[in-house]
């Protein structure tokens, strides 16, 4: 069964930068995107941005644009989101999602997320 | 950027009843909207993806319809495992928009 597993809380101080990882498994890694999406507590989602795990091509919202990077590993199967230059409103739970492809009635591919990670929580505070 | 709604924001109901949760879009998203249930401390779940296809898995008592900009997920019985927070994605546009979110609770 598809699975997307994250890794640990992190307590990060203003300034620095997290890197949180997503493993997947289950599934063939190169035929899907990722999306990272995160939660600020007791707010809605926000969505940060795209990677092809197929080819590592990236798309990043322009709130974030500029302090992050995503990446993968295909040997591990793993993707990646660094966020530098932390500041106390990027507080949240961040969330892997895997991207479905379907295509709609004018052939046009679209997505959705199907999986989610269990979401890493992410404080950032002095 | 795509702004979406949802309404109610809350709503109390009771085992058996019929839910109507609305979302919407500031602009045509043709049928680029998917609907998810998130339970305190877990992660998202897929229930209804291209505005009316459910998700394999997912009981049939949980419906979306709608295009454009007006999109609804209905639950025809409401169950007890179904007292959670519901919310709205649009993937028309990047950056991808949420709704904020209409909690079921137990009334």
């Known amino acids: 069964q598809v699975q997307l597993v994250q890794s640990g809380a992190e307590v990060k101080k203003p300034g620095a930068s997290v890197k949180v990882s997503c493993r997947a498994s289950?599934?063939?890694?190169?035929?899907?995107?990722f999306s990272w999406v995160r939660q600020a507590p007791g707010q809605g989602f926000e969505w940060m941005g795209w990677i092809s795990g197929y080819n590592g091509n990236t798309k990043y919202a322009q709130k974030v644009q500029g302090r992050v990077t995503m990446t993968t590993d295909t040997s591990t199967n793993t993707a990646y989101m660094e966020l530098r230059s932390l500041r106390p409103d990027d507080t949240a739970v961040y969330y892997c999602?895997?991207?479905?492809?379907?295509?709609?009635?004018?052939?046009?591919?679209?997505?959705?997320?199907?999986?989610w990670g269990q979401g890493t929580l992410v404080t950032v505070s002095s | 950027d795509i702004q979406m709604t949802q309404s109610p924001s809350s709503l109390s109901a009771s085992v058996g009843d019929r839910v109507t949760i609305t979302c919407r879009a500031s602009?045509?998203?043709?049928?680029?909207l998917h609907w998810y249930q998130q339970k305190p401390g877990k992660a998202p779940k897929l229930l209804i993806y291209?505005?009316?296809t459910l998700q394999s898995g997912v009981p049939s008592r949980f419906s979306g319809s709608g295009s454009g900009t007006d999109f609804t997920l209905t639950i025809s019985s409401l169950q007890p495992e179904d007292f959670a927070t519901y919310f709205c994605?649009?993937?028309?546009?990047?950056?991808?928009?949420f709704g904020p979110g209409t909690k079921v609770d137990i009334k």
């Open positions: 291209a505005a009316s």
């Open positions: 289950g599934y063939s890694f190169t035929s899907y995107a």
């Open positions: 602009q045509t998203i043709r049928s680029y």
């Open positions: 999602v895997r991207e479905e492809g379907y295509y709609d009635t004018s052939s046009n591919l679209q997505y959705y997320f199907d999986y």
């Open positions: 994605l649009q993937s028309s546009t990047t950056p991808f928009t």
